[in-house]
């Protein structure tokens, strides 16, 4: 019994226990009573709802701001943190919080896959993770808040940027975003939050140090690892060909119906 209890919490498999769990643990919770407005939704959308957070697909069978109390918008937000912050950092933090020694092996295979690098620091870096996306959401939600305070007021603000973040796609909106389809401030603030949820911790920890020796006047050029590299570079132009691509091939054919500025923006936050 011992020895399958030790498996079931290897390093290997308590990711995958801590998602199944944290789905079911959210589906009973959005299915509560206080989570919906008028009456609970279904089991099956319930499930399919924190799956979907959980998971950060984006997925929605039911209005997420019409259907859902501030209270459940708050379990779903918290299932989307949950999700964004990735299997391997997921379980790692488990293993720091816990205090359980971590094998020379699964140590490796932890920063190997988180930070490519064997020699780092488990707890520094979890609170490097927990440090940055605290930053960046806080920043985006207050951006949000003072760009458009008759649009979003603080908690949405603070839902949208932690979607945004972690690529979720969820929206407190009946259409999404498509009412700010013209306005800059917000789609800019968005895709920001979008690119850098979607670079990754290890490059944003990077980038943050980086972005320090620079401003604490180093006088040498931090080298820049090959995986910072290729993320930045490859994002970049990846983005800039869909951006063209979408741009040319669907956007300008609706010039009757969109002024160029609001084709131009929608075709690169799409």
């Not at 720091?96 to 064997?118: C, E, F, M, N, P």
């Amino acid at each position: 019994m011992n020895l399958k209890f030790r498996k079931l919490f290897a390093p290997i498999s308590l990711p995958i226990f801590f998602f199944v769990v944290a789905i079911i643990i959210g589906a009973i919770l959005l299915h509560s009573s206080f989570s919906c407005y008028i009456s609970n939704i279904s089991w099956l959308d319930a499930l399919f709802t924190a799956t979907s957070a959980v998971c950060v697909t984006g997925l929605t069978v039911v209005d997420t701001g019409n259907t859902f109390t501030q209270i459940g918008q708050t379990i779903l937000i918290a299932l989307i943190q949950l999700g964004g912050l990735g299997i391997m950092s997921f379980s790692s933090l488990a293993f720091y919080l816990w205090k359980r020694r971590v094998s020379l092996t699964d140590r490796i295979a932890v920063g190997q896959t988180l930070l490519h690098d064997s020699r780092f620091h488990l707890g520094k870096f979890l609170i490097q993770i927990v440090t940055v996306t605290f930053i960046i959401e806080l920043s985006g939600a207050l951006i949000l808040f003072v760009i458009a305070p008759n649009n979003f007021t603080p908690f949405s603000a603070i839902f949208h940027s932690i979607s945004a973040f972690c690529n979720a796609g969820f929206s407190l909106n009946a259409d999404s975003l498509m009412y700010y389809k013209g306005n800059w401030p917000i789609n800019l603030t968005i895709i920001c939050l979008i690119i850098l949820g979607g670079a990754g911790f290890s490059v944003l920890i990077e980038g943050k140090s980086f972005i320090l020796s620079l401003i604490r006047g180093g006088v040498r050029r931090r080298k820049r690892s090959w995986h910072f590299t290729i993320v930045v570079k490859t994002s970049f132009i990846l983005i800039i060909v869909g951006w063209v691509f979408l741009f040319f091939s669907e956007f300008i054919n609706y010039k009757e119906y969109l002024p160029l500025h609001e084709a131009i923006l929608t075709s690169l936050f799409q």
